[in-house]
């Protein structure tokens, strides 16, 4: 353990398992096995669906429906919003060899159903509580910053009021350290997830040679022919000379 000159305790560890103990990461091990399950009425309880796969051998640690949030009126800008259920669950199994049995299932509750992965969110993780890109609030013990004036105390203790003027502490221009067209998230998302090219792609971009010496057509075709059939030997000049006299 150190003390830093701002007051911070910084912790060394040994290893990976005692850093993972210190701040409490789980394991790829000890991470749970999610699946969604899509189908499925929003009303159904969650308990029956647990108790069901329970029987088919899988040890469900949480069931959740999945909801969103929905404008009352689409067109309205200042509606306001209510939840909506849809027939989409989230399962979250108990780390086990058969977790991947679970997509075999066809048949749930009395209802014909599809297991899938859940989509992966492409979206950057942003702390709240440093507000910097790349990881979460709960693994984050530094000094908190707010998210609309960059200084430092917490979002939610923010003395300024709403009228004042905001400032990004990732870039410094004059928004919000959330917002999503700030160019430090921009560049982040492209390295995260950067674009595909195809063949065409990738060779229009590569730059064209120059041409350094400049050769006639008649040049070139006569290195083809060259190329094409061999050297000229003398008994082939002799030919030719033969020819344009016969003409």
Request: aromatic share 6%.
């Amino acid at each position: 353990m150190k003390t830093l000159a701002n007051g911070e305790i910084k912790i060394l560890t040994g290893d990976e398992h005692q850093f993972r103990r210190t701040i409490k990461i789980p394991t790829k091990t000890e991470k749970k096995f999610r699946v969604v399950i899509r189908g499925l009425h929003p009303e159904t309880d969650p308990c029956d669906i647990k108790s069901e796969l329970s029987k088919l051998g899988h040890f469900v640690h949480n069931v959740t429906n999945i909801q969103i949030k929905k404008k009352v009126e689409p067109n309205n800008k200042f509606s306001g919003q209510t939840i909506v259920r849809l027939p989409l669950f989230f399962v979250d199994l108990e780390p086990q060899a058969n977790n991947k049995n679970i997509y075999d299932i066809k048949n749930v509750c009395y209802h014909i159903i599809k297991v899938e992965p859940p989509r992966k969110n492409k979206e950057v993780p942003q702390c709240k509580n440093f507000q910097t890109l790349g990881h979460t609030q709960n693994y984050c013990f530094k000094t908190p910053k707010c998210v609309k004036c960059s200084e430092g105390h917490s979002s939610l203790n923010c003395p300024k009021s709403k009228n004042s003027k905001a400032k990004c502490t990732n870039c410094g221009e004059g928004h919000t350290a959330n917002w999503k067209g700030c160019f430090t998230y921009k560049n982040a998302i492209e390295k995260a997830h950067p674009k595909k090219t195809t063949a065409v792609q990738r060779i229009q971009q590569k730059p064209a040679k120059p041409v350094t010496q400049k050769v006639s057509f008649a040049q070139m075709a006569s290195s083809s022919n060259e190329n094409q059939k061999g050297p000229l030997t003398q008994t082939h000049i002799q030919q030719k000379k033969k020819r344009t006299v016969a003409i």
